[in-house]
């Protein structure tokens, strides 16, 4: 069965250092989507991504924070400048057309 | 605004006892609704997921949901637990949108007892 894959799946950084968070969604979905759980409470939307361009985002996706598909397979979630207040689980999601979203495993962000 | 509330943080049954989690939502109409299980360190696995028409779904591992509209509520449900359904559940809604994109409710931790 297909799945969506997230490497890698824990990041440990300095303050300050750029991180790149890989994904490669669902070969057939046209969908995709960032999401972060901060530990201990709900799973927050980032972003979502669709014909090449962010379809919408929320207030925490600030200038820090960009996306991109570099290809046809892969979707990156990139934070600019990292702060302590970003370390968190960051979910990847593809959606299929009958809108429903699939996750990856996540990457576990540490920033020290 | 949209908004999904899961009253119960932390919900400890016995295994083969029946379980319900609860989530109420907050839209302007019927959004699409979804719950989703996460074991420790994994990701969201979909349970089962409501857009229309029968108002009981059904879903994996034994869970059902079931939609009512006049309560706004689309609470889960599985008739005998098991040691295994240990894991946080999270309830979550969709707005048609264009960018579809999935609020959650803070989520219930499910213990199991022996």
């Known amino acids: 069965e297909p799945e969506v894959t997230q490497t890698p799946s824990h990041q440990v950084t300095q303050m300050g250092q750029e991180v790149i968070l890989r994904c490669v969604p669902i070969?057939?979905?046209?969908?995709f989507y960032w999401y972060r759980q901060i530990l201990g409470q709900k799973v927050e939307f980032l972003v979502s991504?669709?014909?090449?361009?962010?379809?919408?985002k929320s207030e925490i996706f600030d200038d820090q924070f960009s996306v991109e598909r570099p290809d046809g397979s892969n979707f990156t979630l990139k934070i600019r400048s990292t702060k302590l207040e970003d370390s968190a689980m960051y979910f990847c999601?593809?959606?299929?057309?009958?809108?429903?979203?699939?996750f990856g495993p996540g990457t576990r962000l540490t920033v020290l | 605004a949209q908004s999904v509330t899961q009253p119960d943080i932390h919900i400890t049954v016995s295994e083969g006892a029946s379980l319900e989690l609860r989530c109420n939502y907050s839209?302007?109409?019927?959004?699409?609704l979804f719950w989703y299980v996460q074991s420790p360190g994994q990701g969201l696995q979909l349970l089962l997921k409501?857009?229309?028409?029968?108002?009981l779904v059904q879903g994996i591992k034994g869970f059902e949901a079931e939609f009512k509209r006049s309560q706004s509520s689309f609470n889960l449900r599985k008739p005998s637990v098991h040691w295994s359904d240990a894991a946080e559940y999270f309830c979550?809604?969709?707005?048609?949108?264009?960018?579809?994109?999935?609020?959650f409710g803070q989520g219930t931790e499910l213990s199991v007892k022996p």
């Open positions: 999601a593809s959606r299929d057309d009958t809108d429903t979203q699939y």
């Open positions: 070969s057939n979905h046209l969908y």
């Open positions: 991504f669709y014909n090449n361009e962010i379809s919408e």
């Open positions: 839209y302007g109409a019927t959004p699409y």
């Open positions: 409501y857009f229309s028409g029968d108002t």
């Open positions: 979550a809604v969709q707005g048609y949108n264009q960018g579809g994109k999935l609020i």
